[in-house]
């Protein structure tokens, strides 16, 4: 269960990580079993940020193999030709990793890379760039990469048969790409191994004023974003901001006037239902507009995205536009021109805002950056852009390293553990919702008792993913509520507060269709 803001009154601590997203988490988990005694802190719920709005793609790394020049120009430019390298390999040990150790947070899909005449890839270039991932990647975890002729193709998966509608479509890349169960779900399970091995854990803890100690130390306040009133205030000798998109506005919060250290791209994505022979296929391509576009298998349903555009207000605010709607569906049916999907075709749709590095590019770099805040005046404290989640296990590791620069840990090292954080066998438990079976009312109490449960959308978007369902959990929000309400100690009044604001949260970021209009449908 939760713990109480005061508990941590006036404690001192090694590091305080702010945000715990994918990388704050990763961070905190490393830092603790390195011997730091750490805190984390997130001014929402762990994972609630961008890393719940991500693709949910364990990216093989195609794109860094991909420059906006013809290959041999890597000729003379050698230093890119190996940071485009470096990247690709990187991301193929990172989905080694996450693949080895967490397969039970993975689903294995089909995907396809549409070959189209006189496309700016070819199959032979495609053919490269697949045969030089798995080189990179050491054959750890295999592609499964061939290219198939249409004909082919078509017969023997039902997505390729609606792409061959296409005239100009010349053969299929097919492989196979891992994706997240949900995400948020792989945050939370991190955090709760850092709490294993040592760290304290606060959500719902934002930071409202970061100002400097004698020395490069830090004192931090924090207040309770669901309870007014309540506050603490903490002490570290070092400061992570991991906050996302957030992290210059927590840089704010210093006081110092500091340089811009992140550029945030809105993405969009809309589910759709497909017709059958699709359910567990999906594809990766390249937009009219040069950007990269995807449709990614959900259950028996699919979601095409992104957009990407700037976006430089709060990222809390960031909602879905008709607009980004309309250039979806018009993306999609160009790949699939005899759907002809339209906004009646959208069963939820929802966005978010990445935290690329800021640049001399009005959008930002996809490049993983470390800013030293001391060279800003504002020492024993980094920042962080740019981490894709798949990068984040990584990224927590390097924190660690360069948290060892300047400080010696003060407890014994702990091994860590990135395995899954399952719920206790529970096939007696009914399911909370019979379209979805696969979540028990013993799910939702152990989560309530474990796993630092504060609100109902905690429990149901990243504890259990009921949330991410076709219904959205919205017929099943009262029951859950009221199934933990004796371990979390809400009244019926509290679980109907819940429960409304579950329906408003769900409302007001995912545009959800009415269950009568769906029947409709």
């Known amino acids: 269960m939760s713990k109480n803001l005061s508990a941590i009154d006036g404690q001192t601590f090694d590091v305080v990580v702010i945000g715990g997203g994918a990388t704050g988490a990763s961070a905190t988990q490393n830092l603790a079993a390195q011997g730091y ?49 470096w990247m690709a390999g990187l991301a193929m040990k990172c989905r080694a990793q996450l693949v080895e150790t967490m397969p039970e947070r993975l689903l294995a899909h089909t995907f396809f890379f549409p070959i189209y005449r006189g496309g700016q890839y070819p199959g032979w270039k495609v053919d490269l760039g697949f045969r030089a991932l798995e080189t990179l990647g050491r054959f750890r975890v295999s592609l499964k990469y061939r290219r198939l002729g249409v004909k082919k193709a078509a017969e023997q998966y039902g997505m390729a048969k609606l792409l061959a509608a296409r005239e100009d479509l010349t053969s299929l890349a097919v492989y196979r790409e891992y994706q997240y169960n949900w995400p948020e779900r792989i945050c939370v399970d991190t955090v709760l191994d850092a709490e294993r091995i040592g760290a304290q854990i606060q959500n719902y803890a934002k930071v409202t004023k970061l100002e400097q100690t004698d020395g490069e130390g830090w004192k931090i306040r924090l207040e309770d974003a669901l309870v007014p009133g309540s506050d603490a205030t903490v002490q570290a000798r070092m400061v992570v901001n991991s906050a996302g998109p957030w992290v210059d506005r927590v840089n704010a919060v210093s006081g110092h006037e500091t340089r811009k250290h992140l550029v945030g791209i809105k993405g969009v994505n809309i589910v759709v239902r497909l017709p059958d022979g699709c359910e567990g296929q999906g594809l990766e391509t ?48 160009r790949l699939f021109p005899t759907l002809k999907l339209t906004q009646a075709d959208v069963v939820y749709s929802w966005c978010g805002v990445r935290p690329r590095t800021s640049s001399a590019a009005t959008d930002g770099i ?43 840990p003060t407890r014994p090292a702990t091994p860590l553990s990135h395995a899954a954080k399952l719920f206790p066998d529970n096939q007696n438990s009914p399911p909370l919702d019979p379209e979805n079976p696969h979540v028990k009312m013993a799910d939702l109490r152990h989560a309530a008792r474990h796993e630092r449960v504060r609100t ?16 959205m959990g919205l017929g099943a929000a009262r029951r859950a509520a009221s199934e933990v309400a004796d371990i979390l100690d809400w009244d019926e009044a509290r679980i109907n507060r819940e429960v409304a604001q579950y329906e408003t949260f769900v409302r007001d970021n995912f545009n959800p269709v009415p269950p009568s209009e769906k029947a409709e449908k």
């Open 456 to 471: 109902l959308s905690d429990l149901l978007f990243r504890r259990t993913d009921i949330g991410w369902t076709p219904a």
């Open 366 to 408: 996809k490049a993983l950056t470390m800013h030293e805040m001391s060279d800003e005046g504002m020492p024993g404290m980094v920042a962080l852009t740019g981490v894709p989640i798949m990068n984040h296990r990584h990224a927590g590791s390097i924190v660690a390293g360069r948290v060892g620069q300047s400080l010696k």
């Open 286 to 333: 390249i937009s009219s507009i040069d950007q990269p576009f995807y449709c990614m298998p959900w259950g028996k349903y699919h979601f095409f995205g992104p957009t990407e555009t700037v976006f430089e207000g709060d990222p809390d605010d960031a909602r879905v536009l008709p607009e980004e709607v309309d250039f979806i569906l018009d993306q999609a049916n």
């Open 37 to 85: 005694n750490t805190l984390l802190v997130d001014k929402g719920d762990f994972g609630s940020g961008t890393s719940s709005r991500s693709s949910r793609l364990l990216y093989c790394g195609l794109a860094h193999l991909s420059p906006d020049y013809p290959i041999w120009k890597f000729l003379i430019h050698p230093r890119d030709l190996f940071r485009r390298l």
